[in-house]
């Protein structure tokens, strides 16, 4: 039961092969059983998810289902859930049960999808490699010496290792793509302003975007229809009709036009990772694509245009946990300055100090324009990069991250070197586009991501192509022995 | 740009954040070599563009101002630290 896919499981519900309730049951036990190994959870609601699941039947019974009405799914710890914990990956929020649902969560349920838990993930989406974490680090189910990607680890684990169909994930410099890579699973990384981000514990608003993690383009289609659409209670969320996005994907291929950026292809990439990206876009051209040469000169400034745009915007929407409200607070503070102080500083991790202390840094009075203007300037440049390339070419292809899973302590201590492994995720939050990873293969028995990039709200023809690669291809299929 | 003690010391009281005193060397090396990384930026000439704030240029969407939200004080402060009489309970700011 674990090997079906989203897809194959509401299926077999419409057929009444079993009830929501059974494979709800099933898979909790598999969480219950496996995810010690791992540590993709943190937080497992079988109550909520049990009675969700009988309600799912009944609506079944009643001819009242939608289609994916009683299938289990996970959400990632950022999305708050009423009543139930909602962590962000930090001991700032340890004690946090959120007293509303987060838009995404509540068009799930309305949906009737059944929410086993909620997953681990790096400290406030700050990381790479979900060792932020205050919960401790996720181990990848191809290789548990190493790291799942970040900062949607928990999701991407718990996908790949089959204690979940799929899970929802938010991305704003890679987190959905770079551990759908590392762990050989498909995620899509939506417009920005797709999906709504109310209820999304914000880290960097004009970049965050959730999206769906899955086995398979069509389960992420699936998942997307039920997330994606206009919602007045976010200010960015746009106004726009949600296209079917299963209707389309099996559109044939033939003739379309894939941009390869010769800079994804240069310094920095793992030749081994190159060597099957090449494999992958031979595949495509088999399917009837055709190439085109495209440049994205201004590539080497999206790691560093982010590293000022995404800590500044933390800085600020950070300030809000301030140990009054909600949230941890210190021991016997003695002033309201040493509370607000000792509570932020005990209550975040190091990865979220350093951010916080970049960004206030670069809005600071004199550093202003050197930095934070300048990033919003060179943002530009590279969103043009993009959609001058894609004048050219219908989307763009290349590699989700630069090399395969790193080992967990590996680049720990070495923030530079931490943010590099987004370099090819992260221009395109930068530049508001909908970004893919898919599996495309494996290099020492860790898997490959191939990034799409198509254009703005083109989310269809991503998983258009996607569904028709992995028509073609068995990588997706492919299981972490431990967890066949 | 290599930040110093009294740097790292000064960001950290604009963010109101507690470091331990042990750790500042850590911060100062970490974010020097951060902001060594980003000073990269400076190379490009950009006095012709204009500023990007919205990945699509959208601007902000308005609404009437008009009360939209039920009032839920007490379902919030359920989870908070310390409350009194509706009140959010800090230490004594006014000797």
Redesign the interface.
């Known amino acids: 039961m674990h090997q079906m896919t989203l897809a194959g499981i509401a299926a077999a519900l419409t057929a009444g092969e079993f009830s929501s309730e059974e494979v709800t049951r099933y898979l909790l036990a598999r969480i219950e059983q496996l995810d010690p190994q791992l540590n993709s959870f943190i937080t497992v609601t079988p109550e909520v998810a049990l009675a969700q699941a009988k309600a799912a039947d009944q609506r079944r019974a009643a001819g009242d289902a939608g289609p994916l009405t009683g299938v289990p799914i996970a959400h990632k710890d950022i999305f708050c859930t009423n009543g139930v914990r909602t962590s962000c990956g930090s001991r700032m929020l340890d004690?946090?049960?959120a007293?509303y649902d987060a838009t995404v969560v509540a068009r799930c349920q309305a949906a009737g999808l059944v929410m086993l838990g909620k997953t681990n993930m790096d400290e406030f989406a700050m990381g790479s490699s979900n060792e932020t974490s205050y919960y401790g680090p996720v181990r990848n189910p191809w290789h548990t010496d190493a790291v799942p990607g970040g900062s949607s680890g928990g999701s991407a684990a718990a996908v790949a290792a089959r204690l979940v169909p799929a899970a929802t994930g938010t991305d704003t410099g890679g987190s959905i793509r770079q551990p759908a890579a590392l762990c050989g699973i498909t995620g899509l990384k939506p417009?920005?302003?797709r999906v709504s981000r109310y209820g999304m514990i914000a880290f960097a608003s004009?970049?965050d975007q959730g999206g769906p993690m899955a086995r398979s383009a069509e389960d992420c289609a699936l998942l997307l229809q039920s997330m994606a659409g206009f919602d007045?209670r976010d200010?960015?969320s746009?106004?726009r009709p949600v296209p079917d996005y299963r209707a389309h994907l099996n559109d044939d291929i033939r003739g379309l036009r894939i941009g390869i950026p010769s800079e994804y292809f240069g310094d920095g990439l793992d030749p081994a990772v190159g060597a099957v990206i090449e494999r992958a876009i031979d595949e495509f051209k088999q399917l009837g694509a055709e190439t085109v040469p495209v440049s994205l000169p201004?590539t080497?400034?999206a790691?560093?245009?982010y590293?000022?745009i995404a800590p500044a915007e933390c800085?600020s929407n950070l300030?809000r946990f301030?140990?009054?409200?909600?949230?941890y607070?210190c021991d016997a503070?003695?002033?309201?300055?040493?509370?607000?102080?000792?509570s932020?500083?005990?209550g975040?991790g190091?990865e979220v100090?350093?951010r916080?202390?970049?960004g206030?840094?670069a809005l600071?009075a004199g550093y202003y324009d050197?930095?934070y203007?300048?990033?919003?300037?060179?943002?530009?440049?590279i969103?043009d990069d993009f959609t001058q390339a894609l004048t050219q070419c219908d989307l763009i292809v290349g590699p989700t991250a630069p090399t395969v899973a790193f080992n967990i302590g590996e680049k720990f201590d070495d923030?530079?070197t931490m943010?590099l492994s987004d370099i090819y995720t992260i221009a395109v939050?930068?530049?508001?586009?909908p970004g893919m990873s898919l599996p495309a293969g494996f290099v020492g028995g860790r898997p490959v991501g191939l990034q799409l990039v198509g254009r703005?709200f083109d989310e269809a023809r991503l998983l258009n192509v996607a569904h028709r690669f992995q028509q073609h291809s068995d990588w997706h299929l492919q299981t972490p022995t431990q967890f066949a | 740009m290599a930040l110093q003690r009294s740097d790292v010391e000064g960001i950290a009281h604009l963010a109101r954040l507690a470091i331990d005193e042990a750790d500042i060397p850590r911060y100062a090396d970490n974010l020097s070599a951060i902001l060594d990384f980003v000073e990269q930026l400076r190379a490009v000439d950009t006095r012709q563009i204009a500023p990007l704030a919205h990945p699509l240029e959208m601007s902000q969407r308005l609404r009437i101002d008009e009360v939209s939200e039920p009032d839920q004080r007490d379902h919030f402060q359920q989870i908070a630290p310390a409350v009194e009489s509706g009140l959010y309970l800090v230490p004594r700011v006014i000797e």
């Open positions: 004690n946090f049960t007293p417009t920005y302003g004009s970049l007045q200010s960015t746009v106004d201004n080497a400034l790691v560093p245009t590293y000022v800085s300030s301030d140990g009054v409200r909600f949230g607070r503070p003695h002033n309201l300055e040493d509370l607000y102080k000792r932020r500083g005990e975040f190091s100090k350093r916080i202390m970049i206030t840094y600071s050197a930095y203007l300048k990033a919003q300037q060179a943002r530009r440049l969103r923030p530079v943010y939050n930068l530049a508001g586009l703005d």
